[in-house]
């Protein structure tokens, strides 16, 4: 059975920082793109970031370059996401995704970031 | 990356067609054929429907189907079921980058 399990979420203060985690199994985690997706509060989905099946090339949203960084661990089967300068507008869920092609064939449930004083 | 354009709500009745809207440019949806839709239900993640414009995922029912023309994608859903009412959420590839839709919340009447 495909799973992906987000951990990390929390509370933190503006400017703090936090670093998400998604821990892979049921399927090759080394054949897949990975994708961090985040959904504000009654809001829709956005895609944040992704990074490529060797860990060798990423890319960003715009909204999030040079604050966030996506990295992998392949062996471990573990995707990152380190969050840096955190603003009340990064209050989401964030949803780690496996990207089959361009979709994003799984996903995991989620996990809320919080970013308050 | 601005956003794709969906309509916020769409509804049928149980047996009917509905088709839902997804518009955006020759950035993202007009330049590659790689529109995905997304299925999600409140507190739930998102579930893929459509990958590439028209295929369907293993699992998903024949009664989801997928277009394009030009830049603007589209998802049917025919003979609307109770449980098809969702979020349904477009997403394009645009070169580096990735861009959802805002949503549309399907209503089965």
């Known amino acids: 059975e495909v799973q992906l399990v987000e951990s990390g979420g929390a509370l933190v203060q503006p400017?703090?920082?936090?670093?998400l985690s998604c821990a892979a199994s049921g399927f090759t985690f080394s054949s897949y793109w990975m994708h961090w997706v985040r959904q504000?509060?009654?809001k829709g989905l956005v895609w944040v970031s992704r990074i490529n099946s060797d860990g060798s090339s990423t890319s960003s949203a715009d909204f999030v370059k040079?604050?966030?960084?996506i990295s992998r661990d392949n062996a471990k089967n573990m995707l990152y996401l380190?969050?840096?300068?955190?603003?009340?507008?990064?209050t989401a869920v964030y949803y780690c995704a496996a990207g089959d092609g361009h979709a994003k064939k799984y996903w995991g449930q989620g996990t809320l970031v919080?970013?308050?004083a | 990356q601005s956003a794709l354009t969906q309509p916020p709500s769409a509804s049928g009745s149980p047996g009917q067609s509905v088709t839902?809207?997804?518009?955006?440019?020759s950035s993202d949806v007009g330049g590659y054929n790689y529109v995905s839709w997304y299925q999600q239900h409140p507190g739930k993640a998102?579930?893929?429907?459509?990958?590439?414009v028209?295929?369907?995922?293993?699992?998903?029912?024949?009664?989801?189907?997928?277009?394009?023309?030009?830049?603007?994608?589209?998802?049917?859903?025919?003979?609307?079921?109770?449980?098809?009412?969702?979020?349904?959420?477009?997403?394009s590839y645009a070169g580096r980058s990735w861009v959802f839709g805002g949503g549309t919340r399907l209503t089965v009447l």
Not at chain 2, 46 to 52: A, C, F, R, T, V
């Open chain 1, 40 to 42: 504000a509060p009654g």
């Open chain 2, 54 to 91: 028209n295929k369907r995922p293993s699992g998903v029912p024949d009664r989801f189907s997928g277009s394009k023309s030009g830049n603007t994608a589209s998802l049917t859903v025919s003979g609307l079921q109770a449980e098809d009412e969702s979020d349904y959420y477009c997403s």
């Open chain 1, 114 to 116: 919080t970013v308050s």
């Open chain 2, 46 to 52: 998102p579930k893929l429907m459509i990958y590439e």
């Open chain 2, 20 to 25: 839902i809207s997804c518009t955006g440019t």
């Open chain 1, 66 to 69: 040079g604050r966030f960084t």
């Open chain 1, 82 to 90: 380190e969050m840096n300068s955190l603003r009340a507008e990064d």
């Open chain 1, 15 to 19: 400017g703090g920082s936090l670093r």
